[in-house]
């Protein structure tokens, strides 16, 4: 099994940039398809972006272009490089991971929650405007 530990929210003027960490901790010989999700209070999980073991990378819509994943493997961290950053991007974010390669859609990683089983606590990221 392998332990996920997010680190690196804040809060950060609109426009602005933040990196988000996963440190993957225990079973990292294996393969796993990594993502990274946000959710705000009274609403569900959004999926920001996914990694296959491969390093194939899918994005949501509305973080395409601003955000890049992408995994050290040396260090087995796993990143999120945000850019641009606006208000609507406030959220606490998580790390998420399920053993093998991806399930996915249109031929880039699905991000859908109910294929994680493995997630970190959280980090909060706040935008202010």
């Known amino acids: 099994q392998v332990q996920l530990e997010e680190s690196g929210g804040g809060s950060v003027q609109a426009g602005g940039s933040l990196r988000l960490s996963c440190v993957v901790s225990?079973?990292?010989?294996?393969?796993?398809?990594m993502a990274w999700f946000r959710q705000t209070p009274g609403k569900g999980r959004e999926g920001v972006a996914g990694?296959?073991?491969?390093?194939?990378?899918s994005y949501a819509v509305s973080v395409k272009g601003r955000f890049t994943i992408s995994k050290d493997n040396v260090d087995n961290t796993l990143y999120l490089q945000m850019s641009s950053l606006k208000p609507e991007d406030t959220a606490m974010y998580y790390c998420?991971?399920?053993?093998?390669?991806?399930?996915?859609?249109?031929?880039?990683?699905?991000?859908?929650?109910?294929?994680?089983?493995?997630w970190g606590q959280g980090t909060q990221v706040t935008v202010a405007s």
């Open positions: 998420a991971a399920y053993l093998g390669t991806c399930y996915v859609r249109g031929g880039l990683p699905r991000l859908d929650d109910d294929d994680f089983n493995l």
């Open positions: 225990g079973r990292t010989s294996y393969p796993y398809c």
């Open positions: 990694r296959d073991p491969e390093g194939s990378a």
